[in-house]
């Protein structure tokens, strides 16, 4: 239930300002289609963390325990740093004509998620807790829970959240982790049954 729970709330603060976020802020201004959005975000981000977890799995299996602590710990670390910086949309382009609302979510957000700081998460809580099914169900829930607000209330809501301080306790949150995850805390990777 930890890995539940942990990957709930770190992608629930980590997603808060991303850029997948302010893709949701953009799709629900532009097509005002909350459910096809909503349905096409939950969708998306399944798909694209159920392969992130994979890899986080995948990982478990590659690297000895020492390597992997070390990689995770750093990796905990690293995106402490990276959820300070600040998103914008880059070139995520959203092209409803062709693909309908529903098409059109699907495919932006999916490519959008791709290498993003809450797929990466995934990637490391999946090694962490050797728990594909339920990290890929908490990153899920955090995804829907920073995300859905955002379809519904859509730029009303954008500039009333102190995204900046949502960002330093997500932050602070990787970093203690990466920093646990160093000094041994979760110990036996891979050899301990998550959940």
Do not use: C
């Amino acid at each position: 239930m930890d890995a539940f729970l942990v990957s709930t709330g770190l992608v629930t603060l980590a997603e808060m300002g991303d850029r997948t976020q302010l893709l949701a802020f953009l799709l629900a201004a532009r097509y005002r289609k909350p459910l096809p959005i909503i349905l096409a975000i939950l969708l998306a981000t399944i798909a694209n963390h159920a392969f992130a977890g994979l890899i986080g799995t995948w990982l478990t299996a590659l690297m000895g325990p020492q390597t992997l602590r070390w990689v995770l710990g750093l990796s905990f670390i690293a995106m402490a740093v990276w959820v300070l910086i600040p998103d914008d949309l880059d070139n995520t382009e959203t092209h409803a004509s062709r693909y309908g609302v529903f098409g059109a979510t699907l495919v932006t957000f999916f490519i959008a998620e791709m290498g993003d700081k809450t797929q990466i998460a995934t990637v490391a809580l999946a090694a962490q807790y050797q728990s594909l099914l339920w990290v890929v169900l908490g990153t899920t829930l955090g995804m829907m829970i920073a995300n859905v607000p955002a379809v519904f209330l859509g730029d009303r809501l954008a500039h009333k959240l102190p995204i900046r301080a949502i960002h330093v306790v997500a932050a602070a949150i990787f970093l203690a982790l990466g920093i646990a995850t160093l000094l041994g805390a979760g110990g036996d990777f891979g050899l301990s049954p998550g959940g």
